[in-house]
């Protein structure tokens, strides 16, 4: 800046004194130093050691996205055990005539009838005539089937509905099952966010995998349902944690520009544990085998030990400074760079005044939960956040658990609702920063809902085309479900950000108990959980279109502008489709502000040659102090519409600059 010419010809002398009083200025110059008010953490130190080199690539690839796979192995193998054959009551007096299941069922049962069989004594019917000779005769007494039941063993051959008996009267305890299993995440996410953020992350999650692993192989040696039931609750705990806390390890490694890249892949990497999940259960039909195989190779993980490294912005946030310098000493020279030699001093001072401001914090008592419904426009969006979030969650899962009795394949079925994710996530990655948060949502919702409600208008034997109309609308709600957690953390104020998306995901989560009561509905008619599906998508997606878009606005900071954002909402900015585009980005905001801090450095000690005055006695500015005035006001008015934007590379921290995972559910 010393030696820049300068533009003026009225002050080429100025310029030509510059190398005389360079060392002038040089003096009067305030040393630019860090401040240490401002926030430190890895953020600062990443873009130095390479945001996403060499080292987080290995970590990444081969520890953390592996660790992805067991969250959809626990959620989703419980449908392949709960599987119901064609059944009906057994009469064991027939089975000693050596005919055919199909004679039994004909000769036994009432047709269309799966839960009674005649009252009648066979053995003496027998006796007179043939079993081919009997024809059944409506007018005959019925009763239970009290000596249990036949199965058709031709497609289905293991199943805890054959080894439990789990039908008629039973036939709702694989739901209750399958409830227990979702009832149990809300417990977990909480009992392992507080291991997680108390004991670190990598303990947490090694406690997590063996919690899953006791409760997967429980599964696999049930002797009877409750004990199967209370298995899966324990499985139940470790979802989504399980999911969870690798994904934050690989998010706290990485620096803020890839973080959306990251969160990206680990959602493709769990789409591809589903795809392995349908290549296990269809080659693997003994369910208390495929429990086992679903479970049990997740303990080579503990191998990952002496691999995974506790996160060193954990390790930071507890003043455990050594440990975490010695992780970023080796992040450094895995990736080709050297650790800043005045970290460690910069970071101990940093922690003190962390430590001293998070004291002076629990003095102070911040809004609480209920600050989210105090004022009319805060409970408004609140209200319509946590409906959006239901509903998109109670579909997506809804539908996740209803593929495999779809279609004339089940296996076939859930490997293509699986797949239909993938490009889901990369639509939606490259949609929801340039056409924003609002429409995509709302449109991805409704377009859902519809496609489910389409199908009670088809005939009963459009198979494939209730297949794709479902397939369309997993795509599409799974392109909503990845926006919807941005979105809230971007509607809801700084001081609720945490608060706010933990109360809405909470609530959301909770209604999962509910989603396989839903799906049970099925049972007497396909389509029937379509449909209520489809009516909670579109609800959902059309109140969504009241919630004002985030996107290219200056988000709320405080509660009170919390109220403020979206409170003059017309129906205007209901329709606008598309976010109106600013000019500029953060980083030209950036660039600028470390040029003001240049300029006005120079100006300080050079007061008086900022000015020069007029015959007039007008003053004139020089071309350093007219730089300073345009950088300003540039800044000021860029600052008025640019904030930098909450997505899904922007996760919850706590004050010491730790993410809490209880805000994760």
């Keep these: 800046m010393d030696d820049q010419p300068s533009t003026s010809s009225h002050h ?3 310029d030509q004194q510059q190398p005389d009083n360079h060392a002038q200025k040089e003096q009067h110059r305030p040393p630019k130093k860090r401040d240490l008010n401002e926030p430190m953490d890895l953020d600062d130190l990443l873009p130095q050691l390479d945001e996403f080199g060499k080292y987080q690539k290995i970590l990444i690839w081969l520890i953390c996205l592996p660790a992805c796979i067991p969250c959809g192995f626990g959620a989703f193998n419980q449908l392949f055990m709960a599987e119901v054959p064609d059944h009906w009551c057994r009469v064991p007096e027939l089975e000693l005539s ?4 199909h004679v039994r069922r004909e000769v036994g049962v009432p047709k269309g009838d799966s839960c ?28 239970a089937c009290v000596q249990g039941w036949e199965y058709d063993l031709s497609d289905i051959s293991s199943s805890i509905v054959i080894d439990f008996s789990l039908v008629c009267e039973h036939a709702i305890y694989p739901t209750l099952g399958l409830a227990a299993l979702n009832a149990g995440g809300p417990i977990g996410v909480y009992a392992f966010g507080v291991l997680n953020d108390g004991i670190g992350r990598k303990k947490s999650f090694f406690l997590c995998l063996a919690v899953l692993i006791v409760g997967g192989l429980m599964t696999t040696f049930s002797p009877d349902f ?14 989504p944690a399980i999911y969870q806390i690798p994904f934050i390890i690989a998010l706290e490694l990485v620096g803020a520009n890839y973080r959306s ?142 593929g495999p009795a779809l279609g004339n394949d089940r296996f076939l079925s859930f490997l293509l609702s699986s797949l239909v994710e993938i490009p889901s996530y990369l639509c939606c990655w490259a949609v929801m920063d340039r056409w924003g948060r609002r ?16 199908t009670v208008l088809l005939p009963a034997d459009a198979v494939v085309l209730t297949l794709v109309l479902y397939l369309f609308a997993k795509f599409a709600i799974s392109a909503s479900f990845l926006i919807i957690y941005p979105f809230a953390g971007e509607l809801y104020p700084t001081q609720l950000r945490g608060i706010g998306i933990g109360a809405s995901a909470y609530i959301s989560g909770l209604g999962l108990i509910v989603i396989p009561f839903i799906v049970y509905l099925g049972m007497e008619m396909l389509v029937l959980p379509l449909v209520v599906m489809g009516v909670i998508s579109v609800i959902g997606g059309l109140a969504g279109l009241r919630l004002p878009e985030t996107l290219h606005t200056k988000l709320p900071q405080t509660v009170e502008e919390g109220e403020e954002f979206g409170k003059d909402f017309t129906m205007q900015d209901c329709l606008r489709c598309v976010p109106i585009s600013r000019q500029g980005s953060y980083e030209d905001l950036s660039v600028q502000l470390s040029e003001l801090h240049d300029v006005t450095s120079e100006e300080a000690p050079t007061a008086a040659a900022g000015e020069v005055t007029t015959p007039e006695g007008a003053t004139e500015e020089t071309p350093l102090g007219g730089r300073s005035r345009s950088l300003r006001k540039s800044i000021a008015r860029q600052s008025k519409i640019l904030v930098r934007q909450s997505s899904v590379l922007e996760t919850p921290y706590d004050s010491s600059g730790a993410m809490k995972m209880t805000y994760w559910y």
């Excluded at 050596?98 to 299941?101: A, D, F, R, T």
């Excluded at 409750?226 to 979802?239: D, K, N, P, Q």
């Excluded at 209920?370 to 426009?377: D, H, Q, S, V």
């Excluded at 319509?384 to 979030?389: E, G, R, V």
Aim: net charge positive; glycine share 4%; with cysteine.
């Design 98 to 101: 050596g005919v055919s299941q």
């Design 116 to 143: 009674r069989r005649y009252a009648v004594n066979f053995t003496t019917l027998l006796e007179s005539q043939s079993l081919m000779d009997i024809t059944p005769n409506s007018s005959w007494p019925t009763e």
């Design 12 to 14: 080429q002398h100025q």
């Design 226 to 239: 409750w004990t199967w039931a209370i298995s899966r609750f324990i499985v139940g705990l470790t979802i």
């Design 261 to 402: 890249f990251v969160t990206v892949l680990t959602c493709i990497f769990y789409t591809l544990g589903l795809v392995l999940l349908a290549g296990i259960t269809y080659f693997i039909r003994d369910w208390q085998i495929m429990a086992f195989a679903t479970s049990a190779p997740f303990l080579l993980y503990f191998f990952y030990w002496r691999c995974l490294p506790e996160s060193p912005r954990w390790l930071l946030a507890k003043g455990r400074l050594e440990e975490a310098s010695l992780i970023l000493e080796k992040l450094a020279a895995t990736n080709g760079k050297e650790l800043p030699a005045s970290f460690k001093q910069k970071l101990k001072q940093h922690m003190m005044l962390q430590r001293t401001r998070s004291e002076e914090r629990k003095a102070e008592k911040g809004p609480g939960v209920t600050a989210l419904c105090k004022t009319p426009n805060m409970r408004l969006k609140t209200t319509l956040i946590t409906l959006n979030w239901f509903a998109n969650e109670m579909v997506y899962v809804g539908l996740s658990y209803y």
């Design 439 to 454: 429409w995509p949502l709302s449109i991805c919702m409704v377009v859902s809902g519809i496609a489910c409600i389409i």
